[in-house]
């Protein structure tokens, strides 16, 4: 497993069926990184296995940045190319990832 430094492993969420989270900084289904913040966010290496879906509980006011490295994901109702950024408003809260025949990351 991929180690944070001095930290200790990556820990991992799994939250739904073919869907797991390495939870780099922050929380995710009470399972939380070793790693302390300054300011509240999270960083999220989520990998979604072909036709599983998963909802973030965005926190009401963040920003949120989704970039797909491997495959191609729907967000709520955009498809996000492989290698493409979404972002998303303070406004919206939770965050509905879901991909079909491919495994996504």
Do not use: F
Request: glycine share 6%.
């Amino acid at each position: 497993p991929t180690e944070v430094h001095e930290r200790g492993p990556v820990p991992v969420a799994q939250p739904s069926k073919g869907v797991t989270v390495r939870v780099v900084a922050g929380e995710v289904d009470e399972v939380s990184s070793p790693i302390e913040t300054y300011s509240d966010l999270a960083i999220l290496h989520v990998s979604l296995e072909p036709g599983s879906s998963w909802t973030w509980p965005k926190p009401v006011g963040w920003t949120c940045l989704l970039y797909t490295r491997r495959g191609e994901a729907m967000v709520a109702d955009e498809k996000l190319p492989v290698h493409h950024t979404a972002t998303l408003t303070r406004s919206s809260s939770d965050v509905t990832i879901s991909v079909d025949s491919e495994k996504a990351e």
